[in-house]
């Protein structure tokens, strides 16, 4: 890590301007740029908290990922989280219910974590997850989905709670979103995005960006797709190769530095939409920001892991906070240990290196006896 690098700082500054990107996105809609003005003023506040606590030694994320259900109703090829099993057909048990995720997202809240990513499984099947974040204006709620659940009642819930903002997964046009998702699959997609532009309501896309669709998803083509149908953000997530078979998949040096490229020149010629790649160019933050140092994630039954690549822990938030979460063993040694700093092969530094994770976590469990 560089001598001078204040993660803290990074990360305000990141937070900050990630919000007037918004803001220049969004200033067509006098609703939304209202919205997103008193949603800026709070992540402002948000944001001294977290620097107050940096003070006394303890470091808060702007960010959190929360996996609110592990049941989906697609089966999309190279699915991690079916891979790992966090996602399965039958329906779930002992998930955490509406009332624990309301709590979770009250002290996060409190904290000062201004973002909390909702995946899955599929997210919108829990609309009582939903409707309890849409009850906390000062967090953004990206809500990355499939699409498949937008009904009139999810209509109406993102009209009065602009802090829940959908953001539908597609992998380019048609023929390699329905290879990848299903049949019918982006035609349900396109027309979510005409009914979402029709009233007004903000949405995004989350693009899995492969070797072989790469090029397609930065194109003019694709993305006149996206921003003529209204839509304000587009996120790019690598896909991580969680099977030999999918390796070839994963995009290496070359392809990130193309998709670097592509992402600057997006950000300079086509700013009505805003640009994110997950993890993106980790140099800039001196390595990955899992384990606590930019985010963490929860799963569906209140595990705490250092990012959903990595679906390891040794806490719950079912019996811990989510401060004493981020002091957990296992996220202390993960960012003592520099397995966050170094170089590695995919999109994920801990995938590749889950085998030391493992031990890591072995180690701990051997310790408490």
């Known amino acids: 890590m560089s001598e001078n690098f204040d993660l803290q700082t990074y990360l305000s500054e990141g937070v900050e301007l990630f919000m007037k990107d918004v803001l220049r996105a969004t200033i067509k809609n006098p609703r939304e740029s209202a919205f997103m003005l008193k949603f800026a003023a709070a992540t402002a506040a948000a ?31 190279g699915c991690y989280s079916r891979c790992n099993n966090a996602t399965v057909d039958a329906e779930p048990v002992n998930q955490l219910t509406g009332e624990e995720w309301a709590n979770i997202f009250r002290e996060a809240d409190e904290l000062g974590i201004s973002f909390i990513l909702l995946a ?56 390699v979103t329905d290879a990848r998702r299903g049949t019918g699959i982006y035609d349900r ?24 669709n790469i090029r397609e998803v930065t194109s003019e083509g694709f993305l006149s797709t996206l921003s003529d149908r209204g839509c304000k953000a587009v996120v790019y997530v690598e896909f991580v190769p969680v099977t030999e078979d999918g390796r070839e998949l994963a995009p290496g040096d070359a392809e990130r530095e193309y998709l670097q490229g592509e992402l600057a020149r997006l950000r300079r010629e086509n700013p009505e939409m805003v640009y ?9 933050s001196d390595g990955c920001m899992a384990a606590g140092r930019g985010f ?19 806490s719950n938030v079912r019996s811990t906070s989510l401060r004493e979460a981020l002091r957990s063993p296992l996220f202390t040694a ?3 240990g520099n397995l966050l700093l170094d170089d590695h092969e995919g999109g994920c530094v801990l995938y590749e290196k889950r085998a030391l994770v493992e031990s890591l976590l072995a180690r701990e469990k051997a310790a408490m006896g």
């Open 47 to 77: 944001s001294k908290r977290r620097t107050a606590a940096e003070r006394q030694g303890e470091h808060i994320p702007s960010f959190l990922i929360a996996s609110i259900t592990s049941n989906c109703n697609l089966h999309c090829a």
């Open 120 to 175: 899955g499984g599929e997210p919108m099947l829990r609309r009582d997850v939903l409707e309890a974040a849409g009850k906390r204006p000062h967090i953004l709620f990206p809500i990355f989905t499939n699409g498949t659940f937008m009904d009139e009642r999810y209509f109406r819930l993102f009209d009065k709670c602009r802090n829940l903002v959908p953001i539908m997964s597609i992998e380019g046009g048609e023929a």
């Open 189 to 212: 997609l396109i027309q979510n995005m005409d009914e979402l532009k029709r009233r007004g309501l903000p949405f995004g896309a989350s693009v899995t960006v492969t070797t072989q």
């Open 276 to 284: 994110v790649s997950f993890p993106g160019d980790e140099k800039l």
């Open 296 to 314: 963490f994630h929860i799963n569906s039954h209140g595990g705490a892991e250092p990012c959903p690549f990595s679906p390891y822990s040794d």
């Open 334 to 336: 993960i960012r003592d």
